[in-house]
């Protein structure tokens, strides 16, 4: 089951953690690669039975947080028929960014499993676990 994730990062931190998770889904098996919001790879797309996406938590730190560039996301090729699972990143608190991540995940006819915050000073663990999370509930599924 190849994977892509697709993520919007602003100061890196979500790509960075964007390009972990591809590459422990690698290592895992499950070949995957990562890619911008602004430059999809349309096939790996296509191709993908797991779409990971991830963004952001943009807001005023401790209330209206929302995934960053939730208009953009939405606009994200129809995923019908496709696992998804959601992640972002954050500094403090992500409130309800993941919920609305995978709101917005479901509109695009994903079929949202989880959702993960990593925060911004644990990239690498994060991405691991999140990894593992994900790699957990499809062994449950299949
Ligand atoms: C304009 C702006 C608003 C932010 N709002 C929040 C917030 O409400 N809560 C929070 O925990 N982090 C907030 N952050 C921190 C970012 O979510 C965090 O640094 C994130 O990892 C940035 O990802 P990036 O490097 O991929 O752009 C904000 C950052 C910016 C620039």
């Given at each position: 089951?190849?994977?892509?994730?697709?993520?919007?990062?602003?100061?890196?931190?979500?790509?960075?953690?964007?390009?972990?998770?591809?590459?422990?889904?690698?290592?895992?098996?499950?070949?995957?690669?990562?890619?911008?919001?602004?430059?999809?790879?349309?096939?790996?797309?296509?191709?993908?039975?797991?779409?990971?996406?991830?963004s952001?938590?943009?807001?005023?730190?401790?209330?209206?947080?929302?995934?960053?560039?939730?208009?953009?996301?939405?606009?994200?090729?129809?995923?019908?028929?496709k696992?998804?699972?959601?992640?972002?990143?954050?500094?403090?608190?992500?409130?309800?960014?993941?919920?609305?991540?995978?709101?917005?995940?479901?509109?695009?006819g994903?079929?949202?499993?989880?959702?993960?915050?990593?925060?911004?000073?644990?990239?690498?663990?994060?991405?691991?676990?999140?990894?593992?999370?994900?790699?957990?509930?499809?062994?449950?599924?299949?």
């Open positions: 089951m190849p994977a892509v994730v697709i993520y919007e990062s602003l100061t890196g931190n979500t790509a960075r953690a964007a390009e972990l998770i591809a590459a422990g889904l690698t290592e895992q098996g499950v070949p995957a690669i990562a890619c911008p919001t602004t430059a999809i790879d349309y096939q790996a797309l296509a191709d993908a039975d797991l779409v990971v996406v991830g952001w938590t943009d807001g005023l730190f401790f209330v209206g947080q929302r995934p960053a560039k939730a208009g953009r996301l939405a606009q994200l090729p129809f995923i019908t028929g696992t998804c699972a959601v992640f972002c990143t954050y500094a403090i608190d992500t409130g309800k960014t993941l919920d609305k991540l995978s709101d917005i995940m479901r509109d695009r994903g079929d949202v499993i989880g959702g993960m915050a990593i925060k911004r000073n644990r990239l690498e663990a994060g991405s691991r676990e999140f990894v593992d999370r994900v790699l957990g509930v499809l062994s449950t599924r299949s």
